[in-house]
């Protein structure tokens, strides 16, 4: 009666909910015994114009890992490693080699989730030389889900996203190249609106849902969403499915609704464009609520 | 939306400090901001561990950011700390959010150690001492151990259990003083049992809870309860006088009481599930469980903060009373 079990490679901040800290408390909510390595230790991320604290150094992620070593073995104890921000190619070197190590040295091992965190809408928050090494990672065959979005998954294609004929030639693309076989794009834009995009390799399909967006800015979306989508590719056996990417995007939808309902109840202010924390704690019903059955996410014909 | 900062250790594998606390004051619905004094790979029982202390340049510096973006808390909880310089530099840093805030409670939990062992540099005991006489601490969770520490004395009868936590009372001036675990105590010679003592100087109320001891081998438990306390006494100690008051600690306490218990009966028992699932996968069978729970199976007896969480809304009276004395 072994629990769920992962490992999470993420930022962590004290205040605020990014990174590990919007990963590590709703897969712990949804059963899941998390371990958390902390690849940065900030006062809160940088949407706050300040903040203050200090990356991890690469040696103390690589002792984290081999103190780990010493009392587990990691290629048994987890059911699924997840990789997010990192913020050097030092520290990405380790987790690159880490991973490497676990999955040569056993046929049994977890399935490895990588948010390759690069940036977004156009900008990188991180060094270009992290680049080469998510590619390396990603090219492993190790991989068995990635999350980028729509900047992320072009500049890993190498392919740029305008209609849906590029959608398919940067899915092909990307596999092509990578062999990763299941991917989902958080978000991507096509004629003005958003879809949530899933490719699953052996079923040879791809589904894109769309996005009922909320006009606001949300920090920390991205590592929410992909902590999601991990519960529900495990429980989905490790398949991903039209439903799945659905039941997250309503998940996720409720959690945002109630961020933004409780920011302008506290602020007064029914015209925010930017929450800066995701209420992860006093939303958490929305994690594991029954859906309603009758309703359904619009999908796009591809 | 109540909030709260915790400052304790990080492991990554296992449930001791913030991994022991964190979860259950989020399933309680507190917004937790954390900061993490060390970052280990996991805790000192496995015999070997990696990683470091977060040096007092980066717990000043995220201090400072949390500073700069006016963030203000209901709540603190404290817990272990490695070395007293960095206890000086946390509790300063408290301190001037209570003077921000004054009606923030503040729970001091002064890990040191336990069982006549210290954990901590001896240079611990005096910083505590010395942040004490500052007066701005509202409750204290020491064991027996940690009480003896603080107040120069020894702690083994009713007599020395009054005094000592008086001290702590008048002296440092802290309204809730709860000695989690008295278990060298002189008092109804029974077996198997252990005490929580429960004193709260503004009611004047005090009691003993007998607890029931549970064997297994069990870390971070003082770290659990430290966290469900302070749940639990928030609104009491906030609030001002209510004629309820006696009904509402003991209330708080005995929630406390049976969430503990509840999850460490349920350590205990999946802990002997998966320790006898391995065992059976390398062909051998195990009789006498009692035995086999120690150094080598630890492992198996993590607290299960995540599979506890059910327990966490327990709000009932059942099963401890409090002992007037």
Do not use: M, Q
């Given at each position: 009666m072994k629990s769920k079990s992962a490992l999470s490679i993420s930022s962590h901040v004290?205040?605020?909910?990014?990174?590990n800290r919007a990963i590590v408390f709703p897969l712990q909510y949804l059963g899941w015994d998390v371990d958390a390595i902390n690849t940065t230790n900030f006062s809160n991320h940088p949407g706050y114009g300040s903040f203050k604290g200090a990356s991890s150094s690469s040696e103390l992620v690589g002792e984290i890992f081999q103190g780990l070593e010493k009392i587990l073995d990691i290629s048994d104890e987890y059911d699924i490693i997840l990789t997010g921000y990192t913020p050097s190619e030092q520290i990405l070197q380790i987790v690159y080699e880490e991973i490497k190590k676990v999955f040569q040295a056993s046929q049994r091992h977890p399935a490895l989730i990588v948010d390759p965190v690069l940036g977004d809408n156009g900008k990188l928050?991180?060094?270009?030389?992290v680049i080469p090494l998510y590619e390396k990672i990603l090219g492993?065959?190790?991989?068995s889900l990635t999350t980028p979005n729509q900047f992320e998954f072009e500049l890993l294609s190498g392919v740029k996203i305008t209609s849906k004929q590029s959608l398919k030639e940067a899915i092909q693309t990307f596999y092509a190249k990578f062999k990763v076989p299941n991917v989902v794009i958080s978000s991507v834009t096509l004629d003005g609106k958003s879809y949530c995009v899933g490719y699953s390799h052996s079923k040879d399909r791809l589904f894109a849902v769309k996005i009922e967006e909320i006009d606001c800015h949300f920090n920390g979306c991205g590592d929410l969403f992909t902590a999601i989508v991990a519960h529900h590719f495990y429980s989905n056996g490790f398949e991903l499915s039209l439903d799945l990417i659905s039941t997250v995007l309503r998940r996720l939808r409720k959690v945002l609704e109630t961020s933004l309902e409780l920011e302008a109840r506290e602020?007064?202010?029914?015209?925010?464009?930017?929450?800066?924390?995701?209420r992860v704690v006093s939303s958490r019903n929305a994690l594991d609520e029954p859906l309603d059955p009758g309703y359904s996410l619009e999908v796009m014909q591809l | 939306m109540k909030s709260v900062l915790s400052v304790q250790s990080h492991v990554t594998?296992?449930?001791?400090g913030g991994k022991a606390a964190i979860f259950p004051l989020q399933c309680r619905g507190w917004e937790v901001d954390n900061i993490d004094t060390v970052q280990f790979s996991n805790h000192t029982g496995y015999g070997s561990f990696k990683g470091r202390s977060t040096t007092s340049e980066v717990v000043e510096s995220v201090f400072q950011g949390l500073n700069d973006i006016d963030v203000k808390y209901d709540a603190v909880i404290t817990g272990y700390i490695p070395s007293a310089p960095l206890i000086e530099l946390i509790c300063g840093n408290i301190k001037r959010l209570k003077e921000k805030k004054p009606d923030m409670i503040y729970l001091l939990d002064p890990v040191m150690g336990d069982h006549g062992c210290m954990?901590?540099?001896?240079s611990c005991i005096s910083m505590y001492k010395k942040i004490l006489?500052?007066?701005?601490?509202?409750i204290i969770t020491p064991n027996q151990y940690e009480l003896e520490l603080l107040t120069n004395s020894t702690v083994r009868t009713k007599q020395d259990l009054i005094r000592s936590v008086g001290y702590l009372h008048e002296t440092?001036?802290?309204r809730h003083v709860v000695v989690?675990?008295?278990?060298?105590f002189e008092f109804?010679?029974?077996?198997n049992v252990l005490y929580c003592a429960v004193s709260d100087s503004k009611s004047g109320k005090r009691a003993l809870f007998e607890v029931p001891v549970i064997k297994s081998y069990f870390t971070g438990v003082g770290d659990l309860f430290s966290a469900l306390l302070l749940d639990r006494l928030y609104d009491l100690t906030r609030?001002?006088?209510?004629?309820n008051a006696e009904f509402q600690l003991w209330h708080a306490i005995i929630q406390v009481l049976n969430i503990m218990s509840k999850t460490l009966h349920l350590t205990r028992s999946i802990g002997i599930e998966n320790y006898k699932q391995n065992q059976a996968s390398n062909g051998k069978q195990v009789h006498d469980i009692e035995s086999h729970i120690n150094d080598k199976s630890m492992?198996?007896?993590?607290?299960?903060v995540v599979q506890a969480?059910?327990?966490?809304?327990y709000d009932g009276m059942d099963d401890f009373s409090p002992i007037h004395y």
């Open positions: 004290a205040h605020g909910y990014v990174g928050y991180v060094s270009e030389k492993t065959g190790f991989v602020t007064k202010n029914h015209e925010i464009k930017n929450v800066k924390d995701i | 594998h296992g449930y001791v954990y901590v540099n001896e006489h500052e007066h701005f601490i509202d440092f001036r802290i989690t675990s008295l278990e060298n109804n010679n029974k077996k609030n001002g006088e209510d004629g492992k198996f007896f993590e607290l299960k969480k059910p327990f966490f809304s």
